[in-house]
């Protein structure tokens, strides 16, 4: 008789057996999990990874399986919840990354032409910087001394003149240390009269003027220092005052005649014209006519000619027939020279080559002194006086003066038009008739 066959689950006794393990055979024996098992498993176990692991630990996670070591020391931990946990879209095959900019390839070509950028912009700031040092030794090179007084009590008008500027030039004659006799002096002085709305006038002084010196300082030009107070004293050359208590008394002197407060002192020593000529190999000078003065060293011909240290010296220095009639030919020639030797000085090439600046600062050095101007308004002022930028807008008067010396070989101030010339220049009004003098023949084109 047959009998029926056992429940699943039990044996052949009906005793229950326990189902083999999970991947295991009916030996106990295990076996591999199909395809199927393990996919499903890994998907489970990434959906766990991702649910718990941020976005950043996973990227690094899955550049270290990679072989890739990136750097994160610098990258900030986003919080949770951020967009930065959440999986980025994948971009589409051959675009950029939703949100990156594309970066341009590396061109050769615009690589060499920053590199070129660069290495003329450093050429053109270290030209720049050795230039100005080479003008700066220059300028420094300049003496300066003391020498306005612009609370003067000699100063008339003084509210009508606030905002004019008025620049003292003076010619120093070279050989004023050898007891020249004082009409024989060569000495310049004019007075560059620049009112704040106006006409410029360049007023000039002869030296051989009598004035009444006011109080002074001793003046000692080797150190450039002042000593005791000299007195006052009546009928002297206006030349001299300097000789006695050098700028300060020369200014002193000029705003007691005028009445104009001077803003400005320039003093070209003639004696170092040599040095200060020689320091830049030479200086071209014009001249409207022969200048011969066997006297002072001085023959050049009409036109241009180049001087050396010593024709300059002798051309600034010459006495000539035009002379008599108006300093103002003599300040164009001593001015032609001063502008062709600091013109030099100042220019680029003299600048950027090495050694020139210096070399041009020592003969600056011996032959100028100065208060209240630059070696800039310096050239300026002398290219002006000697006509070498053409006639410009500068008009020339002469203080009235007597046609001949006195018995002290003076010039007597004719004090009534005098009066009216200074009064016009303070006041910005036109000059008195018959006051305008001839101006310096306009140099070589």
Known sequence: MARPAPPQGTNSGGVARPAPPQGTDSGGVARPASAAHRSAADSRVTEVFDAIVPRRLRRRYADELNGATPDTQDEPEPEAGSAADTEAPVPEPGKPETGEPETEPDNPIRRRLRVGAGILALVVLAVTAWGFVGRSRIDDAVRTVPALAPTSDAILDAAAQAGDRNVLVLGLAA???????????????????????????????????????????????????????????????????????????????????????????????????????HSVDGVDVCAAAPVDDPAHGASVPAGRTELDGAGARGFASAVTPADAASPADRIARQQQ?????????L????????????????????SLVADGVSAGEILSLAR??????????????????????????????????????????????????????????????
């Open 337 to 345: 020279v001063l502008a062709g030797a600091l013109g030099s000085a």
């Open 347 to 366: 220019s680029t090439s003299s600048l950027l080559t090495p050694g020139a600046p210096g070399q041009a600062a020592q003969g600056v050095a011996g």
């Open 384 to 445: 002006q006086l000697a006509g070498t930028d053409g006639p410009g807008d500068l008009i020339f008067s002469q203080a009235p003066v007597s046609p001949a010396p006195n018995t002290r070989g003076h010039l007597d101030l004719q004090r009534s038009d005098a009066r009216k010339l200074f009064a016009a220049l303070r006041e910005h009004t036109p000059l008195p008739e018959g006051s305008v003098a001839p101006a310096p023949p306009a140099a070589c084109g």
């Open 175 to 277: 050989d004023r240390a050898n007891n020249v006799p004082d009409a024989a002096r060569t000495d310049t002085a004019v007075l560059v009269h620049q009112p704040a709305d106006g006409q410029a006038v360049a007023l000039t002084i002869p030296g051989t003027l009598e004035v009444a010196r006011p109080p002074c300082r001793r003046f000692d030009p080797a150190p450039a220092a002042y000593g005791d107070t000299v007195p006052a004293e009546s009928r002297v050359a206006l030349a001299t005052t300097y000789d006695v208590g050098g700028p300060e008394c020369a200014v002193g002197a000029v705003q007691q005649l005028t009445g104009i407060p001077v803003t400005g002192f320039v003093a070209f020593d003639v004696a170092g014209a040599d040095g200060l000529v």
